[in-house]
């Protein structure tokens, strides 16, 4: 079955810093996977999507991910974190169920961005 | 702009009222989605659509009932409320195709139920 896990649930960095918001996810297919954003009191943006071919993707708002098979992972990284940075991020993969698609959304990870 | 619009934003429930929640899109979407949302617990699919005039179940379908009568609407009810249905409610919609495209979210409806 496939799954999706983000690890820490709220992560903190300063203005200027590396953000590095992780995802790793189990699919016995090849994996189509999403990062969104949601800022406050708003609904989910999609930030960038791993479908096949180039295994770096960049995203909106500077936002990156690399797709890494031998670690089942896609974590997401921007080289310089801004205050309006500031939100939740889902993780997401999209499964294949009785000939339609849906998505499996990990649990979340807050970012807070500190001046 | 074009996009999912959902209504209400807002909404106090009293235990074993019921309402309606309604999600439009202008997209011409085919799919349509209700998740719920509640802290530590991600985004959980509640019911779906895969065209006008079906609907199915997701992972936590217990409560609620869905309609797509127009392909434009997907609507959630809640026919008799619990304190456990307090949660903000998103629609999403996607076109018709492949599992590489994205989905189209709504700004949300936050419920409560006293």
């Known amino acids: 079955a496939q799954s999706v896990t983000q690890l820490g649930s709220h992560v903190s960095v300063s203005e200027g810093a590396l953000v590095l918001l992780r995802c790793n996810y189990s699919?016995?297919?090849?994996?189509?996977l999403f990062w969104y954003v949601q800022y406050p009191n708003q609904g989910l943006q999609l930030l960038l999507k791993?479908?096949?071919?180039?295994?770096l993707v960049k995203g909106i708002n500077g936002f990156e991910a690399e797709f890494k098979k031998s670690e089942t992972s896609f974590h997401l990284t921007k080289p310089s974190a801004h205050m309006s940075d500031a939100a939740e991020y889902f993780c997401?993969?999209?499964?294949?169920?009785?000939?339609?698609?849906?998505?499996?959304f990990g649990t979340g990870t807050r970012l807070k961005v500190l001046a | 702009n074009a996009g999912v619009t959902q209504t209400p934003k807002f909404r106090v429930l009293k235990t074993g009222q019921s309402m309606t929640l309604l999600c439009a899109q202008d997209?011409?979407?085919?799919?349509m989605y209700w998740y719920r949302q509640d802290p530590g617990m991600g985004l959980r699919l509640i019911h779906y659509?895969?065209?006008?005039?079906?609907?199915a179940k997701g992972e936590v379908p217990d409560g609620y009932n869905v309609s797509r009568l127009k392909k434009q609407n997907f609507l959630l009810g809640l026919e008799s409320a619990a304190p456990s249905q307090t949660s903000v409610y998103f629609c999403?919609?996607?076109?018709?195709?492949?599992?590489?495209?994205?989905?189209?979210f709504g700004s949300g409806t936050r419920l409560t139920v006293v």
């Open positions: 999403a919609s996607r076109r018709l195709g492949g599992r590489d495209y994205g989905y189209t």
């Open positions: 699919s016995s297919v090849p994996p189509y």
């Open positions: 791993y479908t096949t071919g180039a295994t």
């Open positions: 997401a993969v999209s499964v294949s169920v009785s000939g339609t698609y849906k998505y499996i």
């Open positions: 997209m011409n979407h085919e799919y």
């Open positions: 659509s895969v065209g006008e005039g079906t609907t």
